[in-house]
């Protein structure tokens, strides 16, 4: 069974760092990896989509890579802004369907 | 559209009475997605559509719940005689294509708030 993991639950970091959060997940048999981020309140904004032959993708100050033997992501953002406070969350879609396994999240706090 | 519109933001029912949700997904978009979100961030699947049709029931707790997505009109989720464990916020999403070979982001809307007293 599909399980996906984040860490940490919660970062706080000054405005102007680089950050990087994790997911990892137990079965290497994916079909892609989505990163999302979500604003309370609000829905979920797709932030990068790495297929499984993709090692990384890039959008702006966003960087997603993708491990599949190790069983792991990371999104690094780049310059963080207050802006990006927000709940990151990382989701796996098998190969059977598109039921996606979702982590946790990640909430996000930059301290202007 | 642009956005996945889903309404109402909120609705509040009394334990036992009907909930209708709906959501339009983006124009252009053939897959939608009805996912429930009950603890913070636990995300629940509960059924897709392709079109009209049926795609994956799986996740659907079928004795309350149903779901159609007619054509030129809103997609909807309806829960019979809802439980207070039905409160949760109710996402859909939509793609261009949910099949297998095709590599296509979720866009998803802003939810629907349920909270069932």
């Known amino acids: 069974k599909q399980e996906v993991t984040q860490i940490p639950a919660a970062l706080s970091v000054p405005e102007g760092e680089n950050l990087v959060l994790n997911c990892s997940f137990t079965d290497s048999a994916i079909y892609n990896l989505q990163w999302f981020r979500q604003d309370p309140g609000k829905g979920l904004t797709s932030l990068l989509l790495i297929q499984s032959s993709q090692r990384e993708q890039t959008s702006g100050r966003l960087n997603a890579s993708l491990d599949k033997s190790s069983g792991r992501s990371t999104l690094y953002i780049a310059a963080s802004q207050p802006g990006d406070s927000a709940t990151y969350l990382c989701?796996?879609?098998?190969?059977?369907?598109?039921?996606?396994?979702w982590g946790a999240g990640t909430k996000l706090i930059i301290k202007p | 559209g642009e956005e996945v519109a889903q309404t109402p933001k909120h609705l509040v029912r009394g334990e036992g009475q009907k909930a209708k949700l709906y959501c339009a997904p983006i124009k252009g978009h053939s897959y939608v997605f009805w996912y429930q979100q009950v603890l913070k961030n636990e995300f629940k699947f509960l059924i897709s559509?392709?079109?009209?049709?049926?795609?994956?029931e799986t996740g659907m707790p079928k004795e309350r719940f149903s779901a159609k997505c007619l054509p030129n009109s809103p997609c909807s989720l309806e829960i019979q005689a809802t439980k207070l464990e039905d409160s949760a916020v109710y996402f859909c999403a939509s793609s261009q294509s949910g099949s297998t070979g095709e590599n296509s982001p979720l866009h998803f809307g802003n939810g629907t708030r349920l909270t069932v007293t």
């Open positions: 989701a796996v879609r098998p190969w059977s369907n598109y039921q996606l396994i």
């Open positions: 559509f392709q079109n009209e049709n049926v795609f994956d």
